[in-house]
């Protein structure tokens, strides 16, 4: 897991071929194989180095201009740029949960870039989501910020030949930031409750739910792939009711893109947030520190679980709502630890 590849392995062209990402990438690697090692001056002057040289690869894929073009920003400044795309947020062509299929069209540039050459995603199992009706999406959950959500949303719509489209439940606290609840809704993501869930399913839409919540974000980095308990059992509660298939989904990667060291509950409560996360580069590195690390991920979809004959005595039976949320979560655990098997670094692809 913490073998470094040789700078001649990467293909020639590809987004690995920027030599600071390497030196980035091997130094932390080096960190999570021995955190005694770590040395935040060295690691500090890297990931200054790697910000700059990130600045000059977007330019090279072309990611802010097709941006641009997209929000048909005749603005040559990026204020001018961020007021478009703020007034496209408050469009009214929105459906009942405020999904702007034009606005998310406009900033996918952005999250394909992630996808394909900054996280570099390896997805399996895309067969096993249906091509139409209802499902229910489970994954674990890391990373201090929802990045999982949005790139098992582009795997699925770029990887499906039905390219669905992926509703995601998104955290309360989120929605008490100026504009950021409003752009959740608008790329797709619902306020997690249980009607808005049922609601979508009822519809025969394609959800996504993190059992882990806010404990599978907050993880210390000590205690990463370790899949925290699953709530209440929400979403077998969920499945049993709406009659609709549990598809299980691992991510690998997530969780070293912010690697936690630290949180602090108390400097997050003014700023209204869950917790206040330290790494190796926030709060250090300033606003430069909440960029994710260019870890290389894994997403496996797992075979559909299905509930065909439960009744409505069963909906409400709480024993057995926790012993199939138990196997449910002993279920992704066990494909997280595969992937794990299978991860030879972080940061670079076999």
Known sequence: MGTVKSIAQKKKGS????????????????????????????LEALAFEFFNELKKVLKEVGVLSQMKQGLKSKAPTAFGFLKKALHLIQSDEVDDFGLDRKFELSIKPFFDFLFTHYFRVSVSGIENIPNEGRALVVANHSGVLPYD???????????????????????????????????????????????NAERLLKSDELIAVFPEGIKGISKKFSDRYRLQRFGRGGAVRLAF?????????????????????????????????????????????????????????????????????????????GILINRETEKLRETIQKMVLELLKERRSVFFSD
Not at 15 to 42: C, G, N, Q, V
Not at 164 to 184: A, K, Q
Request: with cysteine.
């Open 15 to 42: 987004f690995w071929d920027h030599k600071i990402l390497r030196e980035l990438a091997e130094e932390l690697e080096r960190y999570y194989s021995d955190p005694s090692s770590f040395d935040p001056k060295k």
């Open 149 to 195: 959500a949005a790139m098992i949303k582009i795997a699925i719509f770029n990887e499906h030949p039905a390219r669905r489209e992926l509703r995601f439940l998104v955290d309360d606290f989120v929605f008490h930031f100026p504009f950021l609840g409003i752009l959740m809704n608008r790329i797709g993501g619902v306020r997690a409750c249980p009607e």
């Open 241 to 317: 009711k709406t009659q609709s298939p549990i598809i299980p989904v691992a991510v690998v990667g997530a969780e070293e893109i912010h690697p936690l060291l630290y949180k602090s509950t108390t400097l997050a409560r003014p700023l209204g947030i869950p917790f206040f996360p330290v790494t190796p580069t926030f709060p250090w590195l300033g606003p430069l520190g909440a960029i994710p690390l260019p870890t290389k991920w894994t997403i496996q979809i797992g075979k559909p679980i299905t509930y065909p004959s439960i009744t409505s005595r069963e909906i409400n039976d």
